[in-house]
């Protein structure tokens, strides 16, 4: 291993997608390099066990950060997950496939980033997809990216759909087509019920076919080596072992939200004064590395329902019936095991003249609280309200020059105070769908909000319990002006043979999950590296 033509560093959708399609061309060589393992078996293919075991705790997989200690949640340093592994976030995450509303990409491309609107993006997002139920002009039905819907089959599914309808809400057909309002069963990044993560859509069929394409897992990039402004490779650690590869063409960071600014940061690409103050050279001086951080906050409501055995839960109803999840999920690939946990999705609008929704919200078939840490020995849902449109900005910023330490993530949550306004407006709407005749007399207790009367009661116990939804994105901003780092072609700004390509260079975030937008930015970068080189004197 001395030479390739590219090196893409983190093997995330934006990774995996870029490396994948790179490696299309025989004539190229391309090395993808992921810090963590690529996780196969029970974890990495069944959906709910892949996600709790490895979620709510530090593993191999789990780089499990915490952030700054945050003044607008009365304090709280806010445990993040994020996936470490082949498949970046899509090893460890809930799987499901949003997009986001059209808007938002109209929204990019009006802040100077050309080819980067709904109708620019919408054929990276079909390209990518393999779609089992929708066959028109919003989805794909050939790409690597399965996309089906969940095989739960639980008849909360209907409860919800009822409470909904109860509440004036209506139901939408498609999340990701005409429209993004309205309620409806998610749908998910599995394949016949099993987790399909990006490793598995995007790597796994080509290796050992492709021997272009070379793969390696449990090696960390530490830094990017450059020759003047031009990057020529990168060093690593793998076994213990720092080595140093170069590359004939480029190298693509695609570490994710908080870890791309760090590895810019390291190679000394970044504030120019934040560098210094940790002893690292300043090669370029780009102020905007490791700001605009966003994320979706995310607050749970908790109803306990007793004994239910269609709701996750501990009790001596679902150890008998796990045995017949298990049976089912063996027989079929249907039933519990394959669930995502938040089954139920919905966006709303807090007034008819809002122009798109500025909440979402995700209803999970189990008392789940902080992040799945916090068991509760009852069975219940719990509604999950996001706010998805931020105004609050966050950064990521270097602990010190060692590439071991965890990075400094203030997210700022709630500094902006319009964010926690329609925060509390959002969950009061949504809290009011289990007010309905469906939900009335079934719900024994609210766990979280029963106490709640006034504005205040709401925003106290929101700023108290809320926490991330997992979606860091921002902090390579895609863009011009002197706080952007990667310019609409996806290049470090002053830097030659060097690009960004995962969420980390959305410039405001998508209002929706965001692996798929991942999935779709790997897509186009990847397209307009090969349109580069094939221009190229
Ligand atoms: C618990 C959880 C649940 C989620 N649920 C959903 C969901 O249901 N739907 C949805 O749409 N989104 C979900 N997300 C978010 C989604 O997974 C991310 O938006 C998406 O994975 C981002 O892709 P990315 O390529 O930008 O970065 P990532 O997925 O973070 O990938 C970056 C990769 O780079 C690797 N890396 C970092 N630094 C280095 C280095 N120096 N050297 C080598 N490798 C490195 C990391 O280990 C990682 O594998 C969830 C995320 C989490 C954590």
């Known amino acids: 291993m001395t030479e390739f033509d590219y090196i893409v560093v983190g093997g995330g959708p934006g990774g995996c997608v870029s490396a994948s399609r790179l490696s299309e061309n025989p004539e190229v060589s391309v090395a993808l390099f992921e ?261 979706h906050l995310d607050f749970i409501l908790a109803y306990h329902i007793p004994a239910d055995p269609n709701l996750l839960g501990i009790s001596p109803t679902s150890a008998v019936q796990l045995a017949k999840w298990v049976g089912r999920y063996r027989r079929e690939r249907r039933g519990m095991l394959t669930s995502c946990f938040a089954e139920f999705n919905g966006f709303l609008r807090l007034s008819p003249e809002s122009p798109r929704p500025e909440i979402q919200y995700e209803f999970v078939v189990a008392i789940a609280l902080d992040h799945g840490r916090k068991l509760v020995a009852k069975h219940g849902i719990s509604p999950h309200v996001l706010l998805l449109r931020p105004k609050s900005r966050g950064t990521v910023k270097l602990a010190s020059a060692d590439f071991s330490d965890a990075p400094l993530i203030d997210f700022r949550y709630y500094s902006h105070p319009d964010d926690l306004e329609t925060h509390v407006a959002g969950v009061k709407r949504v809290a009011n769908f289990f007010k309905t005749p469906t939900f009335r007399n079934r719900i024994k207790r609210d766990l979280i909000t029963a106490h709640c009367r006034t504005d205040d009661d709401w925003a106290d116990v929101i700023r108290s319990q809320v926490g991330t939804n997992y979606h860091p994105v921002g902090t390579c901003r895609m863009g011009n002006g002197t706080d952007a780092v990667v310019d609409s072609r996806l290049r470090v700004h002053g830097l030659e043979r060097l690009r960004v390509i995962d969420s980390s260079i959305m410039p405001t975030i998508p209002g929706g999950n965001t692996m798929a937008p991942a999935i779709m930015i790997g897509e186009k970068g990847a397209d307009m590296i090969k349109e580069d080189w094939r221009s190229a004197p």
């Open 35 to 295: 810090a963590g393992p690529d996780r196969t078996g029970l974890l990495g293919d069944c959906a709910p066990i892949g996600t709790i075991a490895l979620g709510p705790r530090k593993n191999a997989n789990n780089w499990a950060f915490s952030s700054t200690p945050q003044p607008g949640l009365n304090g709280r340093r806010d445990f993040h997950p994020l996936g470490r592994g082949l498949g970046g976030g899509t090893a460890i995450n809930t799987l499901i496939y949003m997009r986001g509303h059209r808007g938002d990409y109209d929204d990019w491309a009006a802040l100077g980033n050309r080819g980067w609107s709904y109708s620019d993006v919408l054929p990276y997002f079909r390209k990518s997809e393999n779609n089992q139920a929708h066959r028109d002009e919003y989805h794909g039905n050939d790409g690597p990216a399965w996309v089906e819907d969940l095989r739960t089959e639980n008849p909360y599914h209907e409860l919800f759909k009822q409470a909904c309808a109860e509440a004036g809400e209506r139901f939408n057909p498609d999340f990701n087509g005409a429209e993004q309002e309205g309620y409806n069963t998610s749908q998910v990044m599995m394949k016949e019920g099993e987790r399909f993560g990006v490793n598995k859509a995007y790597i796994r069929p080509h290796l050992g076919k492709r021997s272009n394409l070379s793969v390696f897992t449990e090696t960390e990039c530490t830094r990017i080596l450059f020759e003047g402004k031009r990057a020529i490779g990168v060093e690593f650690i793998a076994n213990g072992n720092r080595r140093t590869v170069r590359c004939r063409r480029e190298v693509i960071v695609a570490c994710g939200g908080i870890l791309s600014p760090k590895l810019l940061q390291l190679s000394g690409v970044g504030d120019g004064d934040d560098l210094q103050a940790n002893g690292i050279p300043v090669l370029h001086h780009l102020p905007g590395v490791g700001g605009n951080l966003m994320d």
